[in-house]
């Protein structure tokens, strides 16, 4: 029997992109009872060792990682892949009002990142951000004030960017969800129950009529984790 590691490596990296976007895996580890994030918000460390080290090796496969600004302002990520051999995917970080401080690790950790904000956020803060080495890119935004998702995917296109890992927080794996733009789902279910922030928030089934669905999922032990994974029968093309 192949290792459980050995075999996510190879069923992910032998995905097929779809023809007109990025592939898109969403990826994060929760409690037992679905939360990411402590009670109020607070940053919460679920993964075990293995089970970490198994996402540096996810993020090694991909060529950018997206987060959205609540994940950095309260976890302050590096979104490298300094546990494993691997390059390093480019950040690509979502912050509608270009909040992202300045010290924030993800500017000195790896690759520079490209910080997607809609049209009307601060020039001043492009321009601070810009000096510490990010690329500030502008995006319509959506009537609810949140970035369009399909032209957050066609910035990455444009950048060469063929496979994006998604990994949070949870009003951006949500959209991705109910846009139906997710191809693959990669969940660390970790043994503990924290009654905290959950991963993903309410699934509109207005446009689709159908909730998302995986297709032949798996499972692996990871250490103490569960590690669940499988491609998404809803995903658009």
Not at 204 to 217: I, M, S
């Amino acid at each position: 029997m192949p290792d459980a590691l050995e075999e996510l490596s190879d069923w992910l990296s032998g995905a097929p992109r779809p023809p007109t976007r990025p592939l898109v895996t969403v990826s994060y580890a929760q409690s037992l009872d679905g939360s990411i994030a402590a009670p109020g918000g607070g940053t919460l460390r679920l993964s075990g060792p293995q089970s970490r080290r198994m996402t540096h090796v996810l993020r090694s496969l991909h060529d950018s990682i997206m987060v959205g600004i609540g994940t950095v302002l309260a976890d302050d990520p590096q979104l490298t892949v300094r546990e494993v051999e691997g390059e390093n995917p480019r950040p690509f970080i979502v912050d509608t009002h270009l909040r992202t401080p300045v010290s924030a690790r993800v500017l000195s950790s790896g690759k520079p990142p490209v910080i997607a904000a809609a049209e009307s956020a601060d020039a001043s803060a492009q321009v601070a951000l810009e000096e510490v080495g990010a690329e500030v890119v502008r995006v319509p935004a959506s009537p609810d004030g949140w970035l369009q998702l399909t032209s957050l995917l066609s910035r990455l296109e444009s950048l060469g960017v063929t496979r994006l890992m998604v990994e949070g927080g949870a009003r951006l794996v949500t959209s991705f969800l109910n846009a139906r733009l997710v191809d693959r789902v990669v969940i660390t279910v970790c043994p503990c129950l924290v009654g905290g922030l959950k991963a993903v928030g309410i699934i509109d089934l207005t446009q689709f009529g159908h909730y998302p669905r995986l297709v032949n999922p798996h499972s692996a032990c990871f250490g103490e984790d569960i590690v669940i994974w499988g491609g998404v029968e809803s995903a658009s093309r």
